[in-house]
């Protein structure tokens, strides 16, 4: 028997989350079984955790978007036991049962080894997030960064607190978004060089062009705050979109695509192909200051969950929540 958060859904529609025994029959098909040691807490996991925000389909349900975790039995050969593992996406903790549970059955194909210079515990506190943050990093430099400030949307947040600090350990000077004030302090530790209101990003403009002020974006907002950082990127600069904090709609034009060259980057992290993966959590193992990423890190247990989820969806969650799957 293991513990794990299990999500039911009672006659009248409503979901309930609390920590149950279960039994290795009752997990799902799947090639690998792993030990789950560690675990964090996503904007999806808060969806998972309560309404389930058309996320998840079948109950109960073990939510848990990505885990971290010792390979325990394995019919693939990639794998054998004893073996450290990662993993995200693949619509794990949304479709099928994810990282909530002291074990996980998954596939192969699903699984990435921990690379050397990171521990499992190391590799949550990255998380989906942070594997996110890579890949946008990654999208920026494929296509060039241009002299200035890169600025982050969302920074306090998971994907904006590690962006952050990768792009400052990379020589970058950082531009920090935040609608907190109160974490501008904790932006700095990370490699922020400066601080940006959110209300100064927040106004919609009828200008299509302003300043040229970024030499590259990641945003984790999206909406109205997107289509205004547009107009305000370098000639040929780019912008890696993570998110949609602040709405699914881009209220923009295409003038700063045509006369400035812009580009807007959209980066999936559930689909990734393998070698993908691979090659950002070798960068994040390489480029990521774990000294810094320690700083980030939020301690949390299976039974802590349940407030987390509600704490996450109101965007009151700040670096990386890692939840101790192993001991909870």
């Given at each position: 028997?293991?513990?794990?958060?299990?999500?039911?859904?009672?006659?009248?529609?409503?979901?309930?989350?609390?920590?149950?025994?279960?039994?290795?029959?009752?997990?799902?098909?799947?090639?690998?079984?792993?030990?789950?040691?560690?675990?964090?807490?996503?904007?999806?996991?808060?969806?998972?955790?309560?309404?389930?925000?058309?996320?998840?389909?079948?109950?109960?349900?073990?939510?848990?978007?990505?885990?971290?975790?010792?390979?325990?039995?394995?019919?693939?050969?990639?794998?054998?036991?004893?073996?450290?593992?990662?993993?995200?996406?693949?619509?794990?903790?949304?479709?099928?049962?994810?990282?909530?549970?002291?074990?996980?059955?998954?596939?192969?194909?699903?699984?990435?080894?921990?690379?050397?210079?990171?521990?499992?515990?190391?590799?949550?506190?990255?998380?989906?997030?942070?594997?996110?943050?890579?890949?946008?990093?990654?999208?920026?430099?494929?296509?060039?960064?241009?002299?200035?400030?890169?600025?982050?949307?969302?920074?306090?947040?998971?994907?904006?607190?590690?962006?952050?600090?990768?792009?400052?350990?990379?020589?970058?000077?950082?531009?920090?978004?935040?609608?907190?004030?109160?974490?501008?302090?904790?932006?700095?530790?990370?490699?922020?060089?400066?601080?940006?209101?959110?209300?100064?990003?927040?106004?919609?403009?009828?200008?299509?062009?302003?300043?040229?002020?970024?030499?590259?974006?990641?945003?984790?907002?999206?909406?109205?705050?997107?289509?205004?950082?547009?107009?305000?990127?370098?000639?040929?600069?780019?912008?890696?979109?993570?998110?949609?904090?602040?709405?699914?709609?881009?209220?923009?034009?295409?003038?700063?695509?045509?006369?400035?060259?812009?580009?807007?980057?959209g980066i999936d992290s559930v689909m990734q192909p393998f070698e993908a993966r691979q090659r950002a959590w070798q960068r994040i193992a390489t480029n990521l200051p774990l000294a810094k990423?320690?700083?980030?890190?939020?301690?949390?247990?299976?039974?802590?969950?349940?407030?987390?989820?509600?704490?996450?969806?109101?965007?009151?969650?700040?670096?990386?929540?890692?939840?101790?799957?192993?001991?909870?």
């Amino acid at each position: 028997m293991f513990k794990a958060l299990v999500v039911n859904k009672d006659d009248e529609g409503k979901t309930h989350a609390a920590v149950e025994e279960l039994s290795l029959d009752q997990l799902p098909a799947g090639d690998v079984v792993v030990a789950v040691e560690y675990s964090t807490v996503n904007y999806k996991d808060g969806l998972c955790i309560g309404p389930g925000g058309g996320l998840v389909r079948n109950y109960p349900h073990v939510p848990g978007i990505d885990f971290a975790g010792t390979v325990e039995t394995s019919d693939d050969p990639r794998y054998a036991a004893g073996d450290k593992v990662v993993l995200t996406g693949w619509r794990v903790g949304e479709a099928h049962w994810g990282g909530y549970g002291q074990k996980a059955r998954v596939k192969a194909d699903w699984l990435v080894p921990l690379p050397k210079g990171l521990d499992t515990r190391q590799a949550m506190a990255v998380g989906t997030a942070g594997f996110t943050a890579m890949l946008a990093v990654m999208a920026l430099e494929d296509h060039g960064i241009k002299d200035g400030p890169v600025l982050v949307t969302g920074a306090a947040g998971g994907v904006g607190s590690v962006a952050t600090a990768i792009l400052a350990n990379l020589g970058h000077q950082v531009a920090a978004v935040t609608g907190r004030p109160e974490t501008g302090a904790y932006l700095e530790s990370l490699g922020a060089s400066q601080i940006v209101a959110r209300e100064e990003l927040n106004e919609t403009t009828k200008r299509p062009l302003e300043a040229e002020t970024w030499g590259g974006c990641i945003d984790a907002v999206g909406g109205e705050m997107l289509a205004r950082v547009l107009g305000q990127m370098k000639y040929g600069a780019s912008v890696s979109a993570v998110g949609l904090a602040g709405g699914a709609g881009l209220p923009a034009t295409v003038i700063p695509f045509l006369l400035r060259g812009v580009n807007l980057l959209g980066i999936d992290s559930v689909m990734q192909p393998f070698e993908a993966r691979q090659r950002a959590w070798q960068r994040i193992a390489t480029n990521l200051p774990l000294a810094k990423l320690e700083d980030m890190i939020v301690p949390a247990t299976l039974a802590d969950l349940s407030s987390l989820g509600r704490d996450i969806l109101k965007g009151q969650v700040k670096g990386r929540v890692v939840v101790d799957v192993a001991g909870s």
